[in-house]
């Protein structure tokens, strides 16, 4: 199956042209015939259509996306995906969920994943990802699930309530509790080698590494491989209001968080109203002074791209200097970051016929892998078509 030439009307930027089906893979072929060479990878990540990615979104993961795509090696595979299911593990409203959805393609594309070079889809469009999941399910101990915490952090946060203390498993749907094997499934179906996640994602990624050895030796099979994790430079980003905490899509203050879409008042206003402390002099303490730390991390990750630069370093540079300073600072460097992303989110999203289309050809070309996955899967399994 091959996909028609898809152009964006009226604007100049054509680089998410749509390639068929041959072209997209011809220069990122799943194996080499070379055993010379290094084993291709195959990278996958994902991420929820739960509101417009803000700062700490770009900075922590959207922004490596981009540059793992632009940096890959020609055998390498790259998928990312929008992953439906995983969003209504809490309540959502249906209407909401489905411009969320176009919300957050339109966001990728602006950030710079290109759909010529990477597969980018809807999970939620792609039901062998389900399929699996459940096979896997029935493979999981309880165990394992159980020591999964995430759940209670994510109905803290939908509940706003001041301590995970107050969230017991009476709150607990089935779908929030065995999302980690929904997540294993998601990388499995595409045979991924390497999975790019924060600190926060590491306990997931380590289930996924042992539902799919356990698939392996339950059926003497290699047909999974053990994924890893790709450790890539990620800048932690806090909320401008309580900096104790990570800034998020869900927290009660929209001026805790710093849209991709905001314009350039509205992020200076909400640097000026950053949280900080009493004292005046210019100090890198995350632990004593989480709030100006917060803002000097923010200012070295939308002006630097060195991983281990000296944030203290950049603290001293401002001696003599005021809060009121360094704010403004912060907010020329991120507008800086931000406004490029903006404009071309707005060219972008007006254009919801050609999001679509965009959609859904990575969509097919998506279920084509996962469908080869599941033949495989379900001959393994004993559920072959009869």
Avoid at 92 to 116: F, V, Y
Avoid at 140 to 168: F, H, Q, Y
Avoid at 178 to 184: E, G, I, M
Avoid at 216 to 222: G, P, R
Wanted: aromatic share 6%.
């Amino acid at each position: 199956m091959s996909f028609r030439l898809l152009r964006r009307p009226c604007l100049c930027i054509t680089k998410y042209d749509l390639p068929d089906t041959a072209s997209l893979y011809a220069s990122r072929r799943l194996y080499s015939l070379d055993k010379q060479k290094a084993k291709p990878r195959v990278i996958f990540s994902g991420i929820q259509p739960t509101g417009i990615p803000h700062l700490g979104n770009y900075l922590g993961a959207i922004q490596n996306w981009v540059r793992l795509q632009n940096r890959a090696a020609p055998d390498d595979t790259i998928l990312y995906c929008i992953v439906g299911y995983h969003a209504i593990t809490l309540p959502q409203d249906p209407a909401h969920l489905e411009t969320e959805r176009l919300n957050m393609l339109a966001s990728l594309l602006a950030c710079g994943i290109n759909p010529k070079t990477s597969l980018l889809f809807n999970q939620d469009q792609v039901p062998e990802h389900a399929e699996l999941a459940w096979i896997l399910n029935c493979i999981t101990p309880m165990g394992w699930l159980s020591r999964m915490t995430t759940w209670k952090s994510k109905l803290a946060v939908a509940r706003n309530a001041s301590s995970e203390d107050e969230i017991n498993d009476s709150m607990l749907n089935l779908g929030l509790f065995a999302y980690p094997v929904l997540q294993a499934a998601d990388i499995m179906i595409h045979k991924s080698t390497h999975v790019p996640v924060g600190e926060d994602q590491t306990q997931h990624l380590e289930l996924a590494q042992d539902i799919a050895r356990a698939f392996n030796h339950k059926y003497s099979d290699d047909l999974f491989p053990t994924p890893q994790q790709l450790s890539t430079p990620t800048k932690r980003v806090l909320s401008l209001r309580d900096p104790t905490q990570k800034m998020s899509k869900s927290a009660p203050s929209d001026k805790s968080r710093i849209l991709i879409t905001d314009d350039p008042a509205a992020i200076t206003a909400k640097i000026r109203g950053a949280v900080t402390d009493s004292i005046s002099e210019i100090t890198y303490h995350p632990e004593r002074r989480p709030g100006v730390s917060n803002l000097i991390s923010i200012l070295a990750a939308c002006t630097s791209e060195e991983p281990n630069l000296d944030l203290g370093t950049i603290a001293r540079s401002y001696q003599g200097k005021r809060i009121q300073d360094l704010k403004q600072d912060v907010a020329d460097a991120v507008i800086a970051k931000i406004e490029p992303i903006r404009k071309e989110y707005e060219k972008i999203r007006a254009e919801s016929a050609w999001l679509r289309d965009v959609s859904d050809a990575g969509d097919t070309l998506a279920r084509e892998r996962a469908s080869r996955t599941m033949s495989e899967v379900k001959k393994t399994v004993g559920l072959a078509r009869m």
